[in-house]
């Protein structure tokens, strides 16, 4: 079987000036600096005018912390008003682009169809997309969770090769979950992201599926994490609010 290293992800929204960036990813640095052998991946997904700040304390004080981007265009370049393009991002050393969180989805519009184009630019530039699917309160009630996540997958997915999807990332965020304090329960949570596992074996084969990592998001805190890492088909977790505190989301790490 692959191996999976988890990654833990900093969403951190629409939050920290490049300042408050500056001064969390410093605190996370001293804090995770002594773990002696860390056994996760961390990445940051700051606010765009933060991205050179950080890119610079990062790379020359070593950081074990990788940089991360919240959103990007899929033109590499044009007439787009307030976007920018995953050239940009990788000439910053992006890593991860987080694609088709829900608030993308639901509050600027956001289709299948454009993150599928945005997963597909991301990918040609280098970088890793976190490519993210859930379900409502609604279509949970209604019974639609698994048709829901699998519909998101596959269409995120579209042309994109098995090698490539062996390599990306996939959160599963169930949308109430997100922000509100209520956590799947781990067996909820594990349960979806077996479905995210066999809907990429399906459309990519055993060997993408058994090396793309998902992790679980939405309301993740330093108290719940183990459990919900802990399950087999969970291989990290994409954090909000409690990534903005180093201290907080350092205890996540450490779970
Ligand atoms: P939350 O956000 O941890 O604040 O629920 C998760 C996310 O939106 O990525």
């Known amino acids: 079987m692959a191996t999976r290293t988890p990654l833990i992800s900093g969403n951190w929204k629409m939050h920290h000036n490049h300042f408050e960036a500056l001064a969390t990813v410093q605190k996370l ?27 610079t304390a990062i790379e020359q004080d070593k950081m074990p912390i990788v940089l991360g981007a919240q959103h990007c265009h899929w033109e590499e370049k044009g007439a787009f008003t307030g976007e920018v393009s995953p050239a ?23 289709s299948d169809e454009w993150v599928n184009k945005k997963v597909l630019a991301i990918l040609a530039h280098g970088m ?22 699998a519909g998101q997958v596959r269409a995120g997915l579209e042309g994109v090769s098995p090698a490539q999807v ?15 304090g209520r956590t799947a329960s781990a067996e909820d949570a594990q349960a979806t992201c077996a479905v995210v596992r066999r809907t990429v074996a399906e459309v990519a084969g055993e060997d993408a599926a058994a090396s793309v990592r998902i992790q679980y998001g939405g309301s993740v805190k ?17 954090v909000g609010g409690a990534s903005l505190d180093a201290a907080d989301f350092a205890g996540i790490v450490r779970h």
């Open 128 to 149: 890793v997309p976190i490519m993210c699917c859930g379900e409502t309160l609604d279509e949970r009630d209604a019974g639609q969770t698994d048709a829901k996540v």
């Open 222 to 238: 330093p108290a719940n994490a183990a459990e919900l890492m802990a399950q087999p088909d969970i291989d990290g977790a994409l």
């Open 88 to 110: 940009m991002l990788a000439k910053l050393n992006v890593r991860y682009v987080i694609v088709g969180h829900s608030e993308r989805r639901e509050l600027f519009g956001e």
């Open 166 to 180: 062996g390599g990306l990332v996939i959160a599963y965020e169930p949308i109430w979950a997100i922000g509100t």
């Open 29 to 55: 640095n001293y804090l995770l600096g002594e773990e002696e052998d860390l056994q996760v991946e961390v990445s940051v997904h700051a606010p765009f005018t933060d991205l050179r700040t950080l890119q």
